[in-house]
Structures are given as C-alpha cells and as structure tokens.
Nanobody, 130 residues
Framework: QVQLVESGGGSVQAGGSLRLSCEASGVRYSRMNTMAWFRQAPGSQREGVAAISIGGSNAYYVDSVKGRFTISQDNAKNTVYLQMDSLKPEDTAMYYC??????????????????????WGQGTQVTVSS
C-alpha cells in the first residue's frame, strides 16, 4: 500500500502564503510515477491543482494557480511540497495529496482517472480570509 501524510494547512489572510507537505511511504510507492495536489471547496467538485513526475522535473499547474503555486519534491525524503503564494479567498478548500502510476502530470484534468487509480491522503484544510 501507499500511505500519504499531509501537513501545513491553516488559516491565512488574502495575499499570504502557506506551504503544504506530503510524505509518502509504503511498499507500492516505488510503482508510483506522479504526485499531485487536488482540492475541494464546499459545494464544489474536487479539482486537480498541480502535479509533478516523481524523480523528474515535469510539472503541471491549472490556470487558476499558475504563477502563484509551486510544486516541488525532496526525493530522499519521499516528500512533495506545494508552496502557495498570493493566496486568494477562492483558494479556500480541503487539499489532498495523491499518488498514482499515471505518467502524465496533465492528467489531473481528468478527475475520474485519479479517482480510480490514485492513492489519497486524508487532506489538510486551507482557509483564506478577505
């Protein structure tokens, strides 16, 4: 199995910053190819935010966060990060770390694939106030 432990969520004023962390473990983690962050706001559908190839440099961001969010990884620690700058109230959501064997980071635009094949963390809440 793959276990994912997220941390770093919290409350911040608009324009502020947060950094989310996700530490992965488990015997099947070596079979994963992509790590991603999804989020879900109250009353909204779950959506992909950012993704990165494990051990590589290929990254993808949805348009709403480009230029504000940065995904990165520490391979020695099996950890991925999401640096969130210039936060907006619209960014308020539960954020989930997800690992999958899918190879293309742009695949986060197809939610069903990640729902079927992804290994999901428990989520961490991000709240941005005006």
């Amino acid at each position: 199995q793959v276990q994912l432990v997220e941390s770093g969520g919290g409350s911040v004023q608009a324009g502020g910053s947060l950094r989310l962390s996700c530490e992965a473990s488990g015997v099947r983690y070596s079979r994963m190819n992509t790590m991603a962050w999804f989020r879900q706001a109250p009353g909204s559908q779950r959506e992909g935010v950012a993704a990165i190839s494990i051990g590589g440099s290929n990254a993808y961001y949805v348009d709403s966060v480009k230029g504000r969010f940065t995904i990165s990884q520490d391979n020695a620690k099996n950890t991925v990060y999401l640096q969130m700058d210039s936060l907006k109230p619209e960014d308020t959501a539960m954020y989930y770390c997800v690992a999958a064997g899918l190879r293309d980071p742009t695949s986060i635009t197809t939610m069903r694939w990640w729902a079927d094949f992804g290994h999901w963390g428990q989520g961490t809440q991000v709240t941005v106030s005006s």
